[in-house]
């Protein structure tokens, strides 16, 4: 029996994370429904809670944390060595103390899930694990990636050399990867999120099917505004939510994607929900659902306006018109994908200049919404194929 295993996964709090556990999951079974596959968290008890059908087994494994190392000891003696030659590969040595573990020899194929794992921070821990596979002859696949130019350094363009697979969800990535010189094992395919089942619960109280506006945001995009505008952000969102309170007979359903502890998007969401419930037009969708029935509150909509990726890949998959307030590569090249250009369809928060732009935005994919649904239930079937396409590679390198 072939072994498929699921790396690099912080857990399901996150719900694009377990939009990628489920749909990548579904899509092996689906190709091969004799196939074990495992999935490698951080938090075991999100994703037990999560009660994702096609997994086999969830080891929590958390290789990202380090260990302590011993003040008198080889270990300790080696890494102050190392640091001094050079600290990325210090870290690396530090983060590989954590990678021992007996069961990883037990899998054939390991998939780095965390589409984004290279755009942000310190990559060491993922470089040791990778280097402990590669040890063990696994076959490492890098899935459904995005990677900005600007994210490549030569650390991480060693590491990526050693992948088995890479699969680029969008073609900027695609070509950024190319130029590296891995024609030979990427492919372009689209997010696996794209295939995720929908899951209808009843609509709460205030959310009007079709007359409702979705609306996502997160914490990480003050980390993306420039020092001269911060707090443009929220700063626009509020401006976008008096503008459909006063102008239009919307409903407006303020939606939460990830509820890490580390990055909550309950907490901007609930405060922004009273501030403006006298209105008697805001919903407040609840934190304890799975990607499934977010994604069926999401499909729902008329409208969305979301910074999270996996939020926005739900409404895009569910023809839904979207705009997206965008803080990486990942945005741009999927909405070029899908439309030809993102121009009008993303905003990066880094170009947010004044409050107004993005209810000036919004106003215009309003007013082009049946040409952007029109143009969603044209491409998406295609390209929900291009995201199970993935599968097909990942069975070739068995």
């Known amino acids: 029996m072939d072994r498929f295993a699921l790396y690099f996964h912080s857990g399901s709090s996150n719900h694009g994370c377990e939009a990628l556990v489920r749909s990548t999951s579904a899509m092996i079974k689906e190709k091969n429904k004799d196939v074990n596959i495992k999935l490698y968290t951080f938090n075991k008890d999100e994703d037990v809670a999560a009660d994702i059908s096609e997994l086999d087994e969830i080891e929590q494994f958390r290789f990202n944390e380090g260990i302590r190392i011993p003040k008198i000891s080889y270990k300790r003696l080696k890494l102050a060595l190392l640091s001094r030659k050079s600290q990325v590969r210090a870290d690396e040595y530090f983060y590989s103390l954590s990678c021992k573990n007996k069961t990883l020899k037990e899998n054939d194929v390991y998939l780095s899930i965390g589409g984004d794992n290279y755009c942000y921070g310190d990559v060491s821990p993922i470089i040791a694990l990778n280097k402990e596979l590669k040890k063990l002859n696994k076959k490492i696949v890098l899935w459904g990636c995005s990677i900005g130019q600007e994210d490549i350094t030569p650390q991480k363009s060693e590491d990526l050399k050693n992948y088995d697979l890479i699969t680029a969800r969008e073609s900027i990535t695609y070509n950024n990867l190319k130029n590296l010189g891995l024609e030979k094992n990427i492919k372009l395919c689209a997010d696996p999120a794209f295939v995720m089942n929908t899951e209808f619960l009843p609509l709460p109280k205030g959310f009007a099917q079709n007359n409702t506006i979705g609306v996502n945001i997160s914490p990480l995009i003050t980390n993306f505004e420039s020092s001269e505008n911060k707090g443009v952000g929220i700063r626009s969102v509020k401006k976008l939510i008096e503008y459909i309170i006063e102008n239009t007979d919307y409903q407006i359903a303020l939606i939460p994607h990830v509820l890490s502890e580390h990055s909550n998007d309950y907490i901007p969401l609930s405060e922004l929900y009273e501030e403006y419930k006298h209105t008697g037009r805001m919903v407040l969708i609840s934190s304890q659902l799975n990607a499934m029935q977010i994604k069926g509150y999401i499909a729902r909509c008329r409208a969305f306006v979301g910074a999270r990726t996996h939020a926005t890949i739900a409404a895009y998959s569910s023809n839904v018109p979207t705009l997206v307030l965008g ?54 079937p295609k390209y929900k194929l291009r995201a199970k396409s993935a599968v097909d590679y990942l069975f070739d390198i068995l």
């Open 327 to 380: 803080y990486s590569v990942k945005s741009k090249g999927i909405a070029k994908d899908i439309f030809g250009s993102e121009e009008g369809l993303v905003l990066p928060i880094q170009e947010l200049t004044d409050d107004c732009k993005l209810t000036n935005c919004f106003k215009e994919i309003l007013q082009n919404e049946e040409a952007h649904r029109q143009k969603l239930s044209e491409v998406m």
